[in-house]
């Protein structure tokens, strides 16, 4: 229960898409995410049989497929609502700030939205009573519930479509809990993110570069949830629960194709523009193996 990130879950949204190809346009229907789920299945992975101590080993779930999704009348990004805000709070190095405005360039790519990094916050917004060290491991951390209902809630920008706060503090979100990468809220639209436990930045190429897919992981996989996606129980996806860091690592950045249907048709992304994007990110900041994932999923949908 080390890993675990609260959210509620609900999404909705039309979209507009007509032919047989997939054409770079800037909606799809329904009838044609149905048709690219099945084009881009034989690069998945089914899940495996959770492991002891893996999410679904403790916390079953019945998982969410497109066709269920569309019956949710999920939450979307619509209307004013439609930026993603990225909240620093407290202090950064230069390095640790290059993380936080990578995610955020990674971010707008995988959610076809507009980021936008607000000014930085301090962390003694934060008082005494919603901050602890762990009765164990001796670190220090600050009180999730307190960042959303006193920090973000009442900061929140009008168009937001999720207001995000980032900090290197160590989460915790209350009695009988360790830690927590995030947490967030769909009904109230906030949530707020630790990098604390994703590596040392500093250390090395390596070490950021982990410290940086760890990062938009947790972004991508919570700012999911707020836009009403359910944890994946199918495939090898990023929307796939998580207890622990080995179990958060064997999980890809990418999305199977049922929740690669949900999060185009809520955001209103074409699949082969999305994975465009997403490559030329991933190859300018060297992560070569999601680089050949998206030329694959370019090729199989384009075939």
Not at 5 to 12: D, E, M, N, S, Y
Not at 146 to 167: M, Q, S, W
Request: aromatic letters at 10%.
């Amino acid at each position: 229960m080390l890993n675990v990130i609260w959210v509620l879950l609900l999404i909705a949204l039309l979209v507009l898409f007509s032919g047989p190809a997939l054409a770079a346009e800037s909606t799809v229907s329904p009838e044609t995410l149905k048709k690219v789920i099945k084009k881009l299945r034989p690069l998945h992975k089914p899940l495996e049989k959770p492991k002891p101590g893996d999410w679904l080993a403790e916390h079953p779930e019945p998982g969410q497929t497109f066709t269920e999704y569309l019956r949710y009348n999920p939450v979307t990004p619509q209307g004013k609502r439609h930026v993603i805000y990225i909240q620093p709070l407290g202090d950064f190095t230069g390095t640790q700030r290059k993380i936080v405005t990578l995610t955020a360039d990674f971010m707008g790519r995988y959610f076809n939205l507009p980021v936008k990094i607000k000014e930085d916050l301090p962390m003694s917004l934060v008082p005494e009573k919603a901050r602890r060290t762990h009765p164990y491991w001796g670190m220090k951390q600050i009180l999730t519930g307190y960042v959303l209902a006193y920090i973000l809630k009442p900061r929140l920008p009008e168009d937001a479509a999720a207001y995000i706060a980032f900090t290197v503090s160590d989460l915790w979100p209350g009695r009988g809990w360790n830690f927590v990468f995030g947490q967030a809220s769909i009904r109230e639209r906030v949530g707020v993110w630790s990098i604390y436990r994703n590596g040392d930045p500093e250390k090395s190429q390596a070490d950021f570069q982990l410290c940086l897919l760890r990062t938009m992981k947790t972004a991508s996989h919570e700012t999911g949830h707020m836009f009403s996606m359910l944890h994946c129980t199918l495939y090898q996806c990023n929307m796939c629960g998580s207890n622990h860091r080995e179990e958060s690592d064997r999980r890809p950045i990418t999305l199977c194709p049922e929740c690669l249907a949900k999060l185009c048709w809520a955001t209103r992304s074409h699949p082969i523009e999305r994975y465009k994007k997403l490559s030329e990110f991933f190859e300018k900041n060297g992560f070569k193996q999601e680089v050949d994932f998206c030329k694959r999923s370019i090729q199989a949908l384009t075939n």
